[in-house]
């Protein structure tokens, strides 16, 4: 994806802004009086989302009875022009306090002194809305709160809806838009980038190969040609070698810039490149982590499998196997002279595999002996 265009992300907030906390409790009258009730004690004002017009009038008697003392009114789109511009004007200007309203607040509303907004069936609501609601609060110095208030707990959420809530609780620090926008991508699916649909099954196909069909559709369609699934796709190529292989947070904090060194790397075609690119690394950020000399050594093994015929390459502690595509062009001698070399490490399997044991604990040691077995692999042109 992100060959279509760069991501540039913000993640500092305004000076003194403090995140909204955030708070998922089954619908209570206890819960929506006391959240009211602190909110004006302290001469703010409260956001009441209650998204079905044919009963928000009964909603908004019910908090009548709740908080007597509150100057309520009620905002929806269904309202006649006029009314609703002195539904808001009156909220802006203090002379209500309580607005009991639909989604119609969820963009151009900016009111400072309303710090608490208290969201009605959340279960109902897209991860991105909740995002969008909640962010109705908090506009100023103030401490903001939200209540996502879901039915009680008999009513059976479905398992979209209990990671969304979860997912934007966990995501409240001010700047988490993109991670909860990939929370998203992971809950939802994605969608159809070069299509309408707006959802998808992203983990049906596998993200490896839905990026693969991606950037082959994207390719063809830039060079003017139409693409065809039928058609095999270009080969792949996996190196895993079972420990932890990237740029750790402490190394590269800031998350654009570690998606664009992945984009980089993924997109290396040999090794100068390869190691013109570790040398940047080292200048930029300082010597790398165990993890970070992880990744460059698979992304090294992977340039030398792609020149090998070798399908995937897989290398743990208690041994792997190296897979072949089925029209490889490789030298069969050559892998009876690697076999005949280690005879206790090595062995033949049916399906164009090799497999591996006794392999060293060490990655380092055990990404070496992977490498002579490739640079022993000999081909046929």
Do not use: W
């Amino acid at each position: 994806m992100g060959g279509l265009r760069d991501l540039s992300l913000i993640t500092t907030p305004p000076a003194n802004r403090l995140a909204v906390k955030t708070f998922v409790v089954p619908y209570n009258p206890v819960v929506v009086s006391d959240a009211i009730n602190r909110e004006l004690a302290r001469g703010g004002q409260v956001f009441y989302l209650h998204n079905k017009v044919q009963t928000i009038h009964d909603v908004y008697e019910g908090i009548k009875q709740l908080v007597p003392h509150a100057r309520i009114d009620v905002g929806h789109g269904q309202m006649k022009k006029r009314e609703l511009e002195r539904v808001m004007s009156d909220f802006y200007h203090r002379k209500s306090n309580v607005l009991v309203c639909t989604t119609i607040i969820e963009s151009g509303i900016d009111i400072p002194n309303a710090n608490t907004i208290i969201i009605d069936r959340a279960d109902k609501f897209g991860l991105a809305q909740l995002h969008q609601l909640r962010g109705r609060v908090g506009r100023s110095t103030r401490q903001a709160y939200a209540y996502l208030l879901t039915p009680d707990d008999d009513v059976i959420f479905t398992v979209d809806a209990k990671q969304r809530l979860d997912a934007i609780v966990k995501s409240d620090d001010l700047g988490s838009g993109f991670s909860l926008s990939m929370h998203d991508l992971e809950i939802r699916g994605a969608g159809e980038i070069l299509g309408q649909q707006q959802h998808g099954q992203l983990e049906s196909i596998g993200f490896t190969l839905y990026m693969q069909m991606l950037n082959y559709t994207v390719d063809t369609i830039k060079s003017g040609g139409m693409p065809n699934f039928e058609d095999p796709l270009p080969m792949t190529h996996e190196v895993n070698l079972e420990t932890t292989a990237l740029f750790p947070d402490d190394y590269i904090p800031n998350t654009h810039t570690r998606l664009v060194l992945y984009k980089r790397l993924a997109s290396l075609t040999t090794q100068f490149e390869l190691d013109q690119f570790k040398a940047e690394m080292i200048d930029r950020f300082g010597t790398l982590p165990d993890s970070a000399e992880v990744l460059f050594l698979t992304t090294h093994l992977k340039l030398l499998a792609q020149r090998k015929g070798v399908k995937r390459v897989i290398a743990g502690e208690r041994g792997g196997t190296i897979e072949f595509f089925p029209d490889a062009d490789v030298n069969p001698q050559s892998i009876t002279s690697m076999v005949l070399a280690h005879p206790r490490r090595l062995k033949v399997l049916q399906g164009h595999k090799l497999s591996m044991t006794e392999l060293p604990e060490d990655v380092t040691e055990r990404g070496y002996f992977v490498e002579q077995c490739l640079n022993n692999i000999g081909l046929m042109t």
